[in-house]
């Protein structure tokens, strides 16, 4: 198979017909290319190119390869980003690319994909603290790549606006582009990041050069990095601003092709850079600065701070919602374990720690200190669920004549598995309650007994595939008939399981409330006193104890496919996101059922 070819761009700053002048020129000559990626302000950086920009966005110019841009920032970029989140079609998480238009992809926040075979990942927006929703990263979108450069593999691509600090240490000198200096536009977060992912190609833009890095050796790893900078489109010097390359992706290439040194190479940059910029170990990273603000969300009034309390009048917003804090004993804010105790119990946080809600009645949380005999679960008066009775026209009921019976690989008591229809995986299994109950935290206790065995079973049963079960729930108030997604996902992945869950929450705009358990028995108890029939909430049961879980305010736009969604980004396989994209024909179903059926055999508890 031929390898792919890419055109890589530098600030493109809403030049576009003057890009796609050249990409075509280029295409032409030398083409077919695959996809452009640009690196650098993609927006105008001043309002008459805007127009240029909105002909492409509104259709009325054509962007003629797929084109990936994260420079998020420039004139214009909120309104037709925001746009572009509100988009139904763009929600959930998405790692390889929210539509902007036909062929136009915006790479938000951090991720990584897979491109014709080539490990793509990438970091959007810059380093800015001015409170902006797009053109910045946030510290959770580099705990993200972190947690990527802890997977096996090696990354193809790592794009990013700004340059990594240090990139021209120990470079010939003669090659480094007159004027460039390494204290502007130059970022040491990029730097930690790119140090630890170790890709083989880099590229950046912002400084406004062309500059091609020799080659340079990477510590603990046999490959090289090389480093691309890219000068702007229409840059007056006439630099360089489009580079194609026809990398082989490195998950087919050989031991040796790997581990190839070119004679030029270097030293990496970045050991010298972690010697002059961090010489003391208590030194912060620079990805640290600023992020105690974090920590807490509650604050008393600017007045009462005058009379010299500071920050005693903060608590941890992290312990607090989670119990946990991982700056531990370092963070500046106190971990007050009633506060923690009364927010289990349901008490409004603003109550707890200002003595009042600016919300009123309209907060679903309670507005009184509770004692240890009061209910944990927020309840609301005279709310019902009008779905509570039995559909005869359900999906899940096996008395139901549209049931299918087909996929359905073992019975037991209270609950039966089938495979889910329109998979996202192989081995992906549906549990499903028996009864025709909207949410399996609300069947009585004695049947999380069985409900236990059929998730140790499955843990087992995937494990001996080299796997781990990631189990969710999506309730819903208007929810009929209950199931529990049961994913396999390969081992070397779960650990940034997690992480990924924290990152498309925080890219829709909520945060979880994380608890780690010693078993799954202890975890269903608690989410069983969090969970309120009245409301629909969304939790995550992941491997090794954890529970994410986060209630759904009643007017919070949730997709209902968050959970298949963010395991296919992980899986790079978002094209299966949707179950109806996964659809298979009835005899095809059948058969992976008895294939399942006869696996599981061993593991099966209603055996």
Known sequence: MASPRILLCGDVLGRL???????????????????????????????????????????????????????????????????????SANQGFKMDGFKVCDNLFWLKGSGMFTFHGLSVAYLSGRQLSNGQQFGTYSQIDIDTLRAFAEEPGIVDFFLSNEWPSGITNRATASDIPAGISDSSGSDSTVSQLVAEIKPRYHIAGTKGAYYAREPYCNVDAVHV???????????????????????????????????????????????????????????????????????????????RQKHGNGDTNKVCFKFISSGTCPRGEKCNFPHDADAREQFLRGVCLDFIIKGKCEKGPDCNFKHSLQDDGENHSRKRPGSSNANANRSKECWFCLSSPNVESHLVTSIGENFYCALAKGPLVQDHVLIIPVEHMPNTLSLPADSEIELGKFQNSLKVYYKNQGKEAVFFEWISIRGTHANLQAVPVPSSKAAILKDIFTLAAEKLGFEFVTKKFSNNSEGRKWLRTQFDKNFSCFYVELPEGPILLHLIEENEKFP????????????????????????????????????????????????
Not at 276 to 298: M, N
Not at 568 to 587: E, F, H, P, Q, S
Not at 590 to 598: I, Q
Request: aromatic share 10%.
């Open 225 to 303: 990095t090389r480093f691309l900078g890219l000068a702007s489109v229409g840059n007056k010097g006439k630099q360089k601003f489009l580079h194609a390359l026809s990398p082989t992706p490195s998950s087919t290439m050989a031991a040796a092709e790997i581990s190839a040194k070119p004679p030029n190479t270097t030293l990496s940059p970045y050991t010298l850079v972690d010697q002059v910029d961090r010489p003391k170990e208590t030194t912060k990273r620079a990805s640290d600065i600023g992020l105690d603000s974090q920590y807490w969300r509650y604050d008393v009034s600017s007045k």
């Open 560 to 607: 209902a496919q968050f959970g298949r969604e963010v395991v296919a980004g992980l899986l790079n396989v978002a094209d299966r996101a949707d179950w109806r994209n996964c659809t298979i024909g009835k005899v095809e179903e059948t058969k992976l059922a008895e294939n399942f059926k006869k696996r599981f055999q061993v593991f099966d508890p209603s055996q």
């Open 17 to 87: 017909n003057q890009l796609f002048k050249r990409v075509n020129s280029v295409n032409k000559s030398a083409g077919p290319f695959d996809a452009l990626f640009c690196v650098g302000q993609f927006f105008p950086d001043e309002p008459d190119r805007l127009d240029e920009l909105m002909d492409y966005v509104e259709g009325r110019a054509q962007v003629p390869l797929p084109t990936y841009f994260i420079g998020d920032y420039g004139v214009g970029a909120p309104k037709v980003l925001s746009a572009v989140s509100r988009n």
